[in-house]
């Protein structure tokens, strides 16, 4: 019996293995080796550094991304970021943010702005992104000393520079005992027409192991106006609380939930703006 | 048809190069944390071993045991762990260092070199014997250019050398199918498997149902019909081979206990202090698909993605070839295999990599926990690899008269093989020495990984990449020394200095908070959990502005910042 003879179709089929291998294997290497390539070097990032010196104004933010590349983007512009910056509760109070990017990476803080300057060096891509600032009349975290603390508390509150969801936060930090409060009064603060608060939990190995959340509640002049919780994978949480301007008192009370809270590290930020 | 001593001279070769490959490779790679422990605890058991060859009176005592292995604390002599590469590291450090003046680092790490040479022999002879000599120098040299395994074949720690003891048994459990004196040597390589990591625990579940579905297959013809047939079946067959079993059962915790003199007494209270430190391990920090994991439940798939992002794109695709031209022959033969190898090294696979499917076991170290699983993988691509070769062969004789030549399919499996190890070496040859942070074409390479947010490195072992640069920065003789901040390499630090990779006047500032405020300069070697330890260098130092960032591809591994001058 003979056989039948294979269509051209079907003997092209039977060499299509052999070549997507061999083409594989050369893309995924030249995909693998020569990625560094795409990522800009230190000669485009000290242009960068020179032309934005020439444009950056005083006040404005720098932001980095995608994130992991922050500690290049640093070693060049690093002394245009005060640490406060970086550390800072949100980007509202600053008139312009420059992003400056590689691999088409957007920072989260220019999500619905719109740019007015841009340029590219050797991969990275600056923008200029205008928005309206806001005043702080406020700024809380840094006036930690000046606070009527109450409560059982296992440390703090001081005023640091925490991990908080990976990010840097600037922040009052304070510990209350398993399933406690603590308070902490402002009297007699300028307020303006809202107030901004940032909170989370603090240090990555406490929130392995310790899983119990935090709570933030907030009052004015004795009215609470908002409380919420925060567990150990909600990184820095913020909230806007709408205020009247004026003068009064402020009351953060924190909370470690739970008997097995303890050690729980509350951070929190909180700025009234005009 | 290849004559026996020349396959035995290719595996020598290839033995010789793998050795000379990982030996030569692990000079410029850092300190991993964990290996200083190792060689550390090495020494003292190489050093017990030696007391009682030379007759030192109390040495086998029970406290002059636990005076070298173990002690009441649970990581006392590092007795968490079984002590089989250690001592080898010890031994080997007595002999290569101080017996015949090779460096401290390299002798201790030759042991596990030496292992990965074993390996990959084993996946030669293994690979030649059940299917082919193609397949196996394909096989082999798709497992030496595995840019994450030959980082851990370097060094001093268990990771290479349990994957070695792994495939070893599994292959001497395979010869043992034919050969009953391989039942002996596959029960006292299980056993030095036990006595080198805990992984090895899993391999049964590797070989109790191949060995079920071999005996019970081939006892299944000569058992009477009747009811429960394949019962039956499998009852005389483990009666004709009870040998394997035996020997495995027997030797297996007889030589775990041979050379672990911490078992000698109190056997089960040890053994259950041993096994209970890994059941409750704490979950160490690894980032994945852009999130920092540290508590289960872990995503089921870690193992899975881990393994496409890291192994070259070529091998896996080869793979996939493999196991569907296999697939294929199974299908066609009615379920018919062989030999049972390709089930084998299927269940070894799932064996190796199923407890992280689970969700719940302490995935640190990626890779390296189901590094036993890759030669599968690269087997598998070996017989992909030589399958898709041949095909395009016969494709090209009925196509073109002139390609109808009896050397055909060989230069198209040097072809396409060559073309799969050439890609998989540079990517290997590329990764070196920073492996830890390199991922695949598919990935995108290591800024790839980065974009998806997948683990930057662990261990520490980058920091030796700006050793260069902390030298520029080291005070002038007579100057006060500079001390560093150095976390995740203090382990290191006093290895490097030894080795004067350091330069003098840079001692390690100390831990954490106080360890910063006492720094000059300090390092961070980036991780995604390990940003707490910048932010307490900018709060410490008032700026965020390294001096120095080694990257690899462009990946920041490790910044340098230095303490401004007051001013």
């Known amino acids: 019996m003979r056989r039948p003879v294979p269509s051209l179709t079907s003997r092209l089929a039977r060499l299509a293995p052999a070549l997507a291998l061999v083409a594989i294997a050369a893309w995924g290497t030249c995909r693998a080796v020569g990625a560094g390539a795409g990522v800009p070097g230190d000669r ?24 992991w590349n922050e500690p290049t983007a640093y070693l060049h512009v690093g002394d245009l970021v005060a640490v406060d910056a970086a550390g800072r509760l949100d980007a509202a109070r ?6 400056l990017s590689i691999r088409g990476a957007r920072a989260p803080e220019t999500r619905g702005l719109r740019a ?51 990010a840097p936060h600037r922040c009052a930090q304070v510990t209350p005992a398993p399933d406690g409060e603590v308070t902490l009064t402002f009297a007699d603060v300028a307020l303006g027409a809202e107030l901004a608060v940032g909170a989370g939990l603090a240090d990555v190995f406490t929130r392995r192991d310790v899983r119990a959340p935090g709570e933030l509640a907030v009052a004015i002049d004795g009215f609470e106006v908002a409380r919420w919780r925060f567990g150990v994978d909600d990184g820095w949480v913020r909230r806007t609380i709408v205020t009247r301007p004026g003068r009064g008192t402020v009351t953060f009370t924190a909370r470690a939930v739970g008997l097995k809270a303890t050690g729980r590290l509350i951070c929190f930020a909180a700025e009234a703006r005009s | 048809m290849i004559g026996r001593w020349r396959v035995r001279a290719i595996g020598l070769v290839l033995f010789v190069v793998t050795l000379a490959t990982a030996l030569a490779a692990q000079e410029d790679v850092g300190i991993a944390r964990d290996e200083t422990v190792y060689m550390g605890a090495g020494d003292g058991y190489a050093r017990w071993w030696l007391d009682v060859a030379h007759g030192k009176r109390g040495a086998t005592s029970e406290k002059g045991i636990t005076a070298a292995w173990g002690g009441p604390g649970p990581t006392d002599h590092n007795r968490e762990h079984p002590p089989f590469m250690k001592t080898l590291f010890g031994l080997s450090h007595k002999l290569l260092h101080d017996g015949l003046g090779v460096s401290r680092v390299t002798a201790y790490r030759a042991p596990s070199a030496l292992m990965h040479a074993i390996l990959i022999l084993i996946v030669f002879a293994w690979v030649a014997a059940a299917w082919g000599v193609a397949e196996a120098v394909i096989a082999a040299l798709l497992t030496l250019c595995l840019p994450r395994a030959l980082f851990h074949a370097g060094l001093a720690c268990f990771d290479g050398p349990i994957a070695t003891l792994w495939v070893a048994t599994l292959y001497c459990y395979w010869r043992s199918l034919a050969r009953w004196s391989w039942a002996i040597v596959a029960g006292v390589v299980w056993g030095l498997a036990l006595a080198t990591k805990h992984n090895a625990l899993l391999l ?20 009477a019909p009747g009811a429960a047939r ?37 056997t089960v209270p040890h053994v259950r202090a041993w096994l209970q430190f890994h059941l409750h391990h704490v979950h160490y920090n690894f ?18 993605v881990t393994t496409l992002l890291t192994v070259p794109a070529g091998t896996l695709a080869a793979a996939a070839i493999g196991v569907l031209a296999r697939a294929r022959g199974w299908w066609r033969s009615r379920g018919e295999l062989a030999d049972g190898a390709a089930l084998l090294l299927g269940l070894s696979l799932a064996a190796s990599m199923g407890p992280f499917l689970l969700g719940s076991t302490p995935i640190f170290g ?80 290591a800024p790839g990984g980065a974009d998806l947010g997948m683990n930057r490195q662990f261990w520490g072992y980058a920091a030796r990449g700006a050793l260069p640069f902390l030298r520029t920065q080291a005070p002038l003789a007579g100057a006060p020394p500079r001390p560093v901040y150095t976390h995740d390499a203090t382990p290191a630090w006093g290895a490097y200095a030894r080795d004067r990779l350091l330069a003098p006047g840079l001692p390690d500032a100390g831990h954490e908070d106080a360890g910063v405020a006492r720094s000059q300069l300090a390092i961070v070697i980036h991780e995604r959990h390990f940003r707490r330890h910048d932010f307490m260098i900018w709060q410490s130092y008032g700026t965020v502005q390294p001096v120095f960032v080694l990257r690899f591809d462009g990946v920041p591994i490790v910044s340098v910042y230095r303490r401004p001058a007051p001013r």
């Open chain 2, 204 to 223: 049964p579940f590797a070989i109790a149902p191949h060995f079920a579905w071999v005996v019970a297959r081939q006892a299944y013809a000569t058992t």
């Open chain 2, 287 to 304: 980032e994945y698909l852009g999130d920092n994991w540290n508590h289960p439940p872990f995503p089921w798939h870690v193992a899975i």
């Open chain 1, 94 to 99: 600053y008139p312009a943010i420059w992003e």
């Open chain 2, 366 to 445: 990626a890779e390296k926990h189901w590094e036993a699983a890759i030669p599968t993988v690269c087997i598998a691509a070996g017989l992909g690899a030589v399958w898709a070769a041949r095909a395009a062969a016969a494709a090209l004789g009925e196509l073109w008269a002139g390609a109808r030549h009896r050397l055909a399919p060989t230069l198209a499996t040097v072809a396409v093989g060559g073309a799969l190890i050439a890609g998989a070496a540079a990517e290997t040859a590329h990764a070196h020495p920073y492996a830890l942070s390199s991922y695949n074409g598919l990935a995108g390479g």
């Open chain 1, 116 to 166: 007015d300057r841009s340029f590219a060096i050797g991969g990275v891509t600056a923008r200029r992104y205008p928005q309206a600032a806001r005043t702080v009349v406020t700024d809380f975290a840094p006036q930690i000393a000046t606070a009527a603390v109450g409560g059982a508390r296992a440390g703090g509150p001081t005023y640091v520079l925490a991990e908080i969801g990976f």
């Open chain 1, 44 to 67: 485009a990032w000290a242009a960068v550094s020179q032309r934005l010196r020439a444009e950056l104004r005083p006040g404005e933010l720098i932001v980095v991304a995608p994130a």
């Open chain 2, 230 to 266: 394949g019962l039956r079946a499998l009852g005389w067959g483990l009666v004709r081979r009870w040998y394997v079993p035996g020997a495995l059962i027997a030797l297996g915790p007889l030589t775990l206990i041979a050379v672990w003199p911490w078992l000698w007494f109190d």
